[in-house]
């Protein structure tokens, strides 16, 4: 089973309309990506709590990291460029966390509210190598502009 965005975009709007805690829209939007596409694994938010760190927010599957500094892992370094990144080998990317053993490949996205701050990154791990790709990072980040560009 693989995500439908243009589903997914609908029934998440439908959702999250009138919401407006962060932190309830992560755990929607966490959910609902979690439980559309077979290829992810863990699902979920990395939050900017203080400068340089991300905390654990909403997710979906096993344990994750607690805390993240931008200088550390592919969390860190979308949160730090403000980049997509997709990772298709873990192992090779300089610096990855192990959070799960599992991991073989990850997408990572900022998510910026409506006056282009950065209040986190969406992650999603897979255990499966090269599962992500450009046609994901853009459904994934119409539906984080859509839920949080709102905030």
Known sequence: MRADYAELRRRIAALTEGETDA????????????????????TGFYRVTAPEVLKIGPYQGGHGCLTIPFARGVCGAAARTGEVQIVDDVEAFPGHIACSASTRSEIVLPVRDGAGRLIGVLDIDSDARAAFGPGDAAGLGAILADVFGRL
Do not use: K, N
């Open 23 to 42: 932190v309830a829209l992560m755990a929607t939007v966490a959910c609902e990506l979690h439980h559309a596409d077979a290829r992810f694994d863990w």
